[in-house]
């Protein structure tokens, strides 16, 4: 028999140890009260979940409340990432507040807690992981159409940031770097909006030629061979063999009876896919306006009649913050550090910029 060690004992409790446990107590309610407001703007398995999950959340403030003895007569405030998820869900409920608490829940402090039990660790384990469930879901929603808005937007920001600090750096007037900058910024929109309307039409054209018809099983009642051959239109789309023959036996014994049957294969419900796809110029609009939005943000300066340095430098600071909040939007999203997407984000823009300001200022002093 193999004698397990005895649990090491839990040392008396201090000062230090009861604020620690009021600190634990604030949180577990404010996380409670974020998945209660999210599971109010939900339905269905959802919001069966998110309950689920405050429920958890109210089982380890108690444990907290029994090792105070009560409810203590003050209480510290909760953390600036609770406050902040709590205010979010209320209002918006959105995948933000789910990617959010899935790092809130990525950093259990129950870990290296002697007061907390196994079964917290646990929960806390398993929370994290049904909250990146629910994250996932909204981020398959969304990445599409995310990625369509931070790439489109982005670029704007990037390519108009090096055009004008390239021909600014040049030392030609104001108004000439204005020019510049709303034509690359239509030079650029309606060329993503051009490349995505071809994309999305080609893609549309190509799904359209693929698609299967009923041709061959309205047919299927003259075949000679009866469905051997038949089946060779199953097997063409990636049916295997025995599943193909038995496919065509029906067909071509409902035919033989007069009962029209449509043929389904692996290449789905018609029209379908065109509905994932979208529209042409839906998606050539939105490429133009995205585009727009952030090319429009470095000429913003020249616009108000800023000049020279001081026009480079507004222009600087406010891609910069576009650009750092696109990234931290990104990171929140993919679960990441937000900091350090946005950091990423940010040395991209400027790194792309520098390269066009040095070159402008090499044919600036060459043409002197």
Known sequence: MIDTPAPAPIPEPTDADRRRWARYLVEERAEGRVYRRLAARRSGEEQEILLSLAEAEGRHEQHWLDLLGGEPARLPSPGIRSRMLGWMAGRFGSIFVLALAQSAEARSPYDSEVFATPAMRADEKIHYEVVRGLAARGRRRLSG?????????????????????????????????????????????????AGEFVSVRSQRELLAATEANDDAAASAGDLDIDENELALVYRARGVETEEALLKARRVVEAAKLGVRQTSTGPIGVRGAD??????????????????????????????????????????????????????AMVGILSGGPPLRRALRQLAIGFGAAAVTYVLGLVFGVSAV
């Open 274 to 327: 065109h509905d994932l796809i979208g529209s042409d110029w839906g998606a050539a609009v939105s490429s133009f306006l995205l585009f727009s939005s952030g090319a429009i943000i470095p000429v913003l300066p020249w616009i108000f009649g800023l000049e020279g340095l001081a026009a480079v430098i507004t222009a600087l600071a406010l891609v910069g913050v576009a650009l750092m909040g696109t990234g």
């Open 145 to 193: 159409s995310f990625r369509a808005a931070v790439f489109g937007a982005n670029d704007g920001l990037v390519s108009n940031l090096a055009l004008v600090m390239g021909i600014g750096a040049t030392g030609v007037s104001g108004g000439f770097v204005l020019f510049s900058g709303i034509a690359g910024l239509l030079a650029g929109a309606l060329s993503m909006g």
